[in-house]
C-alpha cells in the first residue's frame, strides 16, 4: 500500500486507514456537493473528521448524514472551528472572499486543499481497484449509479450525489467508486481577479491512476477549464493514467480523446455507443414512466436493466455506468439485481411532489449543457408548462457562461433567475445576471422571463414563482446553492395558497 494511507488504533479500539494528510482533517462547507461524500468516507474509515456547515443546512438531511457518521459537525463559519490538532483543512473549490476558517488555518500554517487535490490524496494512496468518474462536466449521474452497480457491501464510494435516500459517502475495503468532478489536475479554482487561498499540493500534484475510468464529456467550464482545449488535455491526461477507460461515443469530447490515445501505446479503450460498433452497443433506452428500460449487447450477450431515472441524457449516461460495471468484471445478473433497489439520482429530475396540481422538481445542474438537457427533459414529465428557475452557480462560472446559460432555457415556456450564489459585493464587478437575462429574453421573450431582485419592495421568491405556475404545470428548480432548498418551500407555499382562508390555522 502507498506511503500516504497509514493505519493506526482510535478511541474504543477502531482502525482508521486513510491518506496521512487527511488523518485529522476540518471540511469547511462539509455539507456541500461532493465535500459531503469526502467527509463520509473519511469518518467510515475511521478518521477524525470536523466540518462547518451553513446554518440554512443544519437540519438537513445533509447534516444529519454527517452527524451520524460521527463527523463533528459545528454552525457557521467562525476561526474557532479550526482547532490546533487538525492535519489540513479542505473547501469546496472556489473563494472569494477573506474566509475566517482557512485564515486560521493559514495562520496554523496547516496545508489548505481544494477538494479536488483532497481527492487525489485519497485515490493515490487506496492501494487496491479504484474505478472513476471524469470529465468536466455530468458526472453525478453515472457515479450514482456506477456506485450503485458495484455496491457488494464491500465497495466504498464518494459521489457528488448520493441515490434518493442513500449517503454519498460509504467506506469499503476491495474497491472504491470516486467521481472526480468537477477538476482533479491541478487547476486552480478561483475565479480571475478574486480573492482566494493557493490550494496546498503536496509534490505538486498527486495524480490518481484509476484501474477503470469512464468519461463523460469535456468542454470548456469556468473555473476549472478556461476552453475545450484544457478539458481534452485533462480527459486525456486522465485516461492516459488509467488501465482501461470507458468512452461514451455519443459524446463529441470523449470520440476526441479516444483519437488522442491511438498516438502511443496506452490504457485498454472501450467504447460505449448507440451503433453496433461499439464495444458496448446500447439499443435506445425506453421511458417506462416512471423510469428506463435499458438494453445493452456485452461480448456478444445482450442485457436489460430497469434503471428509475428521468430524462434521456441521464438515461445515456447509466447506460455508461452499467457498461463500465460490466468491462470492471461485474455479472449483469448481479448488476440487474442492485440496480432494481436503486432510487434515482438525489436532485436529478426528482421529483419532489405535488401541490394544488403542480409538481416541483429537483435539478443539480450547473453547466450550461447540464441545464439545456435537464430542461428539455422536464417537458416528458408534464403536459402542461415548464417553469424553469435557475440559480446559477457562483460568479466565475456565471460571468464566463452567461449568454450559454440563457439560451439553455429555450425549452421552458416560463423562466425565473436567482441571483449567482456568490455574492457580488466581494467581486465589486458588473452582475453577470444581466447578460444571462439578455440571452434568456432571446429565447423565450421579455414576457416570460423574471428576475429576483433583493429588496424590501420585491415579491420572495416563493410568491413568484407560485404565482406563475398554473395547476398542471410542473416547475423545475435548478441550482445547488438556496435553491437545493427552495423546492420544498414552494411546495409548502402551493399548498397554503391552495387552503381556502377559512381553514387556514
Request: aromatic content about 2%; some cysteine.
Amino acid at each position: 500500500m502507498d506511503t500516504a494511507v497509514h493505519s493506526r488504533a482510535k478511541k474504543g479500539g477502531k482502525t482508521a486507514a486513510g491518506p496521512d494528510l487527511l488523518a485529522k482533517a476540518h471540511l469547511v462547507g462539509a455539507t456541500a456537493s461532493g465535500v459531503e461524500g469526502l467527509a463520509l468516507w473519511l469518518a467510515s474509515r475511521g478518521l477524525d473528521v470536523t466540518g462547518s456547515i451553513d446554518p440554512a443546512d443544519q437540519d438537513g438531511p445533509a447534516a444529519d448524514r454527517l452527524r451520524s457518521a460521527g463527523v463533528e459537525v459545528t454552525v457557521g463559519f467562525d476561526a474557532g472551528h479550526v482547532r490546533t490538532d487538525r492535519t489540513a483543512v479542505v473547501w469546496p473549490g472556489v473563494v472569494v472572499a477573506p474566509h475566517p476558517e482557512l485564515d486560521r488555518a493559514q495562520k496554523l500554517g496547516l496545508p489548505v486543499l481544494a477538494r479536488a487535490h483532497a481527492l487525489a490524496e485519497v485515490c493515490a494512496g487506496f492501494g487496491r481497484p479504484l474505478v472513476a468518474v471524469g470529465g468536466s462536466h455530468s458526472t453525478a449521474t453515472a457515479s450514482a449509479v456506477l456506485a450503485a452497480a458495484l455496491d457488494d457491501g464491500r465497495t466504498g464510494w464518494i459521489l457528488n450525489a448520493p441515490d434518493v435516500g442513500g449517503s454519498p459517502g460509504q467506506g469499503g475495503g476491495r474497491r472504491l467508486v470516486v467521481d472526480l468532478c468537477p477538476d482533479t489536475d491541478g487547476h486552480e479554482a478561483a475565479p480571475p481577479g478574486a480573492w482566494g487561498h493557493r490550494p496546498h499540493s503536496p509534490n505538486r500534484y498527486r495524480r490518481p491512476s484509476p484501474s477503470t475510468v469512464l468519461i463523460t464529456a469535456t468542454a470548456a467550464n469556468a473555473p476549472h477549464f478556461a476552453d475545450n482545449i484544457e478539458a481534452l488535455d485533462a480527459a486525456t491526461n486522465l485516461a492516459r493514467a488509467a488501465a482501461t477507460v470507458v468512452l461514451p461515443t455519443w459524446e463529441k469530447g470523449p470520440r476526441i480523446v479516444h483519437e488522442r490515445l491511438t498516438d502511443r501505446p496506452g490504457p485498454a479503450v472501450v467504447t460505449v455507443g448507440l451503433d453496433e460498433s461499439a464495444d458496448v452497443w446500447v439499443l435506445k433506452p425506453r421511458w417506462l414512466g416512471t423510469g428506463y428500460l435499458l438494453t445493452l449487447r456485452h461480448q456478444g450477450e445482450q442485457h436489460q436493466f430497469v434503471v428509475k431515472i428521468a430524462g434521456d441524457h441521464h438515461a445515456l449516461a447509466a447506460c455508461a455506468a452499467i457498461a463500465t460495471a460490466l468491462v470492471a468484471g461485474e455479472s449483469a445478473e448481479a448488476v440487474a439485481e442492485r440496480l432494481a433497489r436503486f432510487g434515482g439520482v438525489e436532485r436529478s429530475l426528482t421529483e419532489l411532489g405535488t401541490r394544488a396540481r403542480v409538481t416541483v422538481c429537483d435539478s443539480r445542474a450547473r453547466h450550461p449543457q447540464e441545464v439545456a438537457r435537464d430542461v428539455e427533459a422536464a417537458r416528458m414529465l408534464t403536459e402542461g408548462s415548464v417553469v424553469a428557475v435557475l440559480e446559477p452557480d457562483g460568479i466565475a462560472r456565471t460571468s464566463a457562461h452567461a449568454a450559454e446559460l440563457g439560451a439553455a432555457l429555450a425549452a421552458a415556456d416560463r423562466a425565473v433567475l436567482l441571483p449567482a450564489a456568490t455574492p457580488l459585493t466581494v467581486l465589486h464587478q458588473a452582475d453577470p445576471l444581466d447578460a444571462v437575462a439578455t440571452a434568456a429574453v432571446e429565447a423565450l421573450g421579455s414576457d416570460t422571463v423574471h428576475r429576483v431582485r433583493s429588496g424590501p419592495c420585491e415579491r420572495d421568491i416563493e410568491q413568484l414563482v407560485t404565482g406563475l405556475a398554473e395547476p398542471g404545470d410542473l416547475v423545475l428548480v435548478i441550482g445547488t446553492g438556496d435553491a437545493a432548498r427552495l423546492g420544498p418551500r414552494l411546495l409548502e407555499h402551493l399548498a397554503q395558497a391552495a387552503t381556502p382562508t377559512a381553514d387556514r390555522p
